[in-house]
């Protein structure tokens, strides 16, 4: 309730959608006592890696050439045969993606899942800092949590237990307005659909729906010109409400952490893409593999990121995203590392990501 009477209200496109102030309103010094307390453990372990590139070498996208070489150092100790042999961290000649020019007009959409049944791999994570930097190229982006945790919403500054209407509405109740749902992020450009545990009951009532599978496709319909891209955030499952982020999706990314077990179930993932490809939506693409939380200076690291490029070739993406504390950090922060710490290694990561998911859509 409060969450909703505090909001304003906006116009975005043909929508308006309310602003949401839970970010700016958050004690600085608060948030970094709990930020030291979060992570004040892991801090020395990776100091080395999770310097801001200070030294004049602030990050400037103008000075890319391949490989980035700023993103190349986040990959030590290998960064100079990188560079010397233009080859990426997965081993592959890396390509040279451009800096997206700017957009006069938005939409249609492209929408985007990011699915892995396996919790805490990165999936909440790659969807707040892709979509900031999609944003920061100027395209208008839309976030949907779909994971009744909610954790897509807190990663954002938003209290999801204060929202009285969340996606969970937007699906259940015929002629609820998406507008109604919105809000705006902190991140010019970038709108959420925020949800809470509420979410965890449309899972069951939506079985005796008709057409159960499509009930978020049909609910973003509307949505679909005010924006260039949406990315739905999924709940590690492969239940109902996974199945309706699939058959809503144009392209799925597969976070992978770059641990022992990283492929264990990614055969049952890619069966249920492929089921949702054969009878539900014939537009499903597997986009792309995103391996994350990668350490270089781990053989284990390295191995196991050779053995995802060895299972799926050219569906894993360029861009690897390292490990590092700056993203735990930003969840208590309540924003995203682009915003947080806009010159670490992990925002240069994310952008890069972008980059590349932007020049895979083109290319098609
Ligand atoms: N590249 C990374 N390096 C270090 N920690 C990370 C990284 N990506 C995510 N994390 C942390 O790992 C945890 C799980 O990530 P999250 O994005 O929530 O995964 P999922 O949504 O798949 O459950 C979170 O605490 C997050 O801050
Ligand atoms: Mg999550």
Known sequence: MPARESAGLEAVGSVAVRTFAAHQSIDTARTRAVRHAATGADTDRFADYDDDLTGGQLYDPDAEYEPDPEYAATLAPDAARQRRERVGPTGRPLPYFPIPGPVSEHGPATIIAMCNQKGGVGKTTSTINLGAALAEYGRRVLLVDFDPQGALSVGLGVNPMELDITVYNLLMERGLAADEVLLKTAVPGMDLLPSN?????????????????????????????????????????????????????????????????????????????????ERLNPELDLDGILATMYDSRTVHSREVLARVVEAFGEHVFHTVIGRTVRFPETTVAGEPITTYASNSVGAAAYRQLAREVLARCHAE
């Open 197 to 277: 545990i509420d979410l965890s009951a449309a899972e069951v009532q939506l079985v005796s729906e008709v057409a159960r599978e499509s009930t978020l496709q049909r609910a973003l319909k509307p949505l679909m010109q005010d924006y260039d891209y949406v990315i739905i955030d999924c709940q590690p499952s492969l239940g109902l409400l996974t199945v309706n982020a699939l058959t809503a999706a144009h392209r799925v990314i597969v976070p992978l952490e770059c641990e022992f077990f990283a492929l264990r179930g990614v055969a049952l993932l890619t069966e249920t893409i492929e089921k949702v490809r």
